[in-house]
């Protein structure tokens, strides 16, 4: 089991081997009701019409803007550390994007 320490918390953040292992997802489908806000992250191959959920996290309004804060703090650091992220279009018209990255609806 790996073990970390958060910095300046005092916090210690058990892993387990198996979520250490993650999940890969291209897909994150995302619903909110007015006391939450659930993020399911799916994977789904070219050519399937089926994604299997493979990650479910479920936040409260507060967390999620949090979670966006820090998203959009560390997106910076790694474009002006690595390089900028670009957001390519689809193929052709008729083409799904492979990640889908925003509100779904309420739950």
């Known amino acids: 089991m790996a073990e970390f320490q958060k910095q300046g918390q005092g916090m210690e953040i058990h892993l ?3 979520v ?9 489908i995302i ?15 070219p050519g399937m ?12 309004p507060e967390h ?12 910076t650091r790694y ?8 957001i390519h279009k689809p193929q052709l018209a008729s083409e799904e994007p492979i990640l889908n990255m925003g509100p779904m609806g309420k739950a």
Not at 31 to 45: K, R, V
């Open 16 to 18: 387990s081997d198996e």
């Open 49 to 60: 019409q089926k994604a299997n959920v493979k990650s479910r996290v479920i936040l409260t």
């Open 64 to 75: 999620a803007k949090r979670l966006l804060l820090s998203l959009q703090e560390n997106i």
């Open 79 to 86: 474009e002006s550390n690595i390089a900028k992220i670009e």
């Open 20 to 28: 250490a292992q993650g999940n890969y997802s291209n897909l994150a």
């Open 31 to 45: 619903a909110h009701s007015s006391s939450e806000f659930i993020i399911d992250f799916a994977a789904i191959l």
